[in-house]
């Protein structure tokens, strides 16, 4: 793939890695200089034209490789440059490698669910016109070695026919573990511990890491033990005595004569469930004419005598009424 700028002063190594910032590698003793943003719009020139390339090959509707991407994303481009044809003294771009490391919940042969971090093959690109050139294995190998991973430890993100058969022509990775998303795993992924990531992914995903606090954590606080439950006592009357005990009434009612033995036998209770519990018996009513001759012989209020004492216009008889 060519671009009308000169690829081969831009990237002086045969492959070179990008990371999120897109930043121009080092440029080799003698060369020009242009300005550090015209190099960095030309990098992003060739990341947008190797993603637009890639999309058109496996027919995808949109790219999934672009420098907004990049910069957006903790990835890892491999970028394989032609040294051999330098045409109009430019050079061309082969191919390239994107990885990077996802959280992804996976099933093992048992169909058990495992939460892992894989280093995932996210998209990977030669030109049509150099393939079978043994250029993709030289990417390949390439990257497993930066990153210090086994092929059966990858996790391929929605591989191709031709990546599936170049993965079992030059690593033997045929059997694949069914899986619920669209990344595949070979047999194998669960036999060794990923290891931690490569330093060329581990510095621009923990650059940015806290300083650890040196202060002690506080002492754990115990919870008091707890109290075995006892036996669940059934709801019954006999938990509400206090409704028995009888209420005195006010006077005069209180002067009426109390019955002399209670009854012998209660009065029945429904047996339908939610009754209330019995109420202790109370003092009867007492009739009208019973009350109004308990009122005669009451004896008269101190301060109605005084009254009476005072007025001398009142008459024996208005006395003795009001008496």
């Not at 897109?22 to 990341?47: E, S």
């Not at 092929?151 to 030059?170: E, T, V, W, Y």
């Given at each position: 793939?060519?671009?009308?700028?000169?690829?081969?002063?831009?990237?002086?190594?045969?492959?070179?890695?990008?990371?999120?910032?897109?930043?121009?590698?080092?440029?080799?003793?003698?060369?020009?200089?242009?300005?550090?943003?015209?190099?960095?719009?030309?990098?992003?020139?060739?990341?947008?034209?190797?993603?637009?390339?890639?999309?058109?090959?496996?027919?995808?509707?949109?790219?999934?490789?672009?420098a907004s991407r990049m910069q957006s994303n903790r990835h890892v481009m491999y970028v394989l440059k032609d040294t051999s044809a330098r045409p109009a003294g430019k050079g061309a771009i082969i191919g390239f490698l994107k990885v990077g490391y996802k959280k992804l919940f996976v099933l093992d042969d048992r169909e058990a669910h495992n939460e892992v971090e894989p280093l995932c093959i996210l998209d990977f690109y030669i030109h049509e016109s150099l393939q079978r050139h043994g250029h993709g294995r030289e990417l390949f190998h390439y990257m497993l070695q930066k990153e210090r991973?086994?092929?059966?430890?990858?996790?391929?993100?929605?591989?191709?026919?031709?990546?599936?058969?170049?993965?079992?022509?030059?690593?033997?990775?045929?059997?694949?573990?069914?899986?619920?998303?669209?990344f595949v795993i070979f047999e194998g992924f669960f036999a060794h511990q990923h290891r931690p990531p490569a330093p060329s992914l581990r510095a621009s995903r923990h650059s940015r890491a806290a300083v650890v606090d040196p202060t002690p954590a506080a002492p754990a606080r115990k919870l008091p033990p707890k109290r075995a439950e006892g036996d669940i006592k059934p709801y019954s009357s006999s938990d509400r005595e206090f409704l028995k005990v009888a209420v005195e009434p006010p006077w005069p009612l209180n002067r009426a004569p109390r019955r002399a033995t209670p009854p012998v036998h209660p009065p029945p209770r429904s047996s339908s469930l939610g009754n209330s519990p019995e109420r202790g018996p109370l003092r009867p009513f007492v009739p009208e004419q019973e009350l109004l001759r308990s009122l005669r012989l009451c004896p008269p209020h101190p301060t109605a005598r005084l009254l009476l004492a005072t007025d001398p216009g009142g008459s024996p008889a208005q006395r003795r009424r009001t008496r």
């Open positions: 793939m060519e671009f009308s700028f000169d690829v081969d002063a831009l990237l002086p190594e045969r492959i070179t890695v990008l990371d999120q910032h897109l930043r121009p590698p080092a440029r080799r003793p003698g060369t020009t200089t242009p300005a550090r943003v015209d190099l960095q719009q030309q990098i992003m020139t060739i990341v947008d034209e190797l993603g637009k390339a890639s999309a058109k090959a496996q027919h995808l509707p949109a790219p999934i490789t672009s991973v086994e092929p059966h430890q990858l996790a391929i993100d929605r591989p191709s026919q031709k990546l599936l058969k170049f993965l079992n022509k030059h690593y033997n990775l045929e059997t694949t573990v069914p899986q619920v998303n669209n």
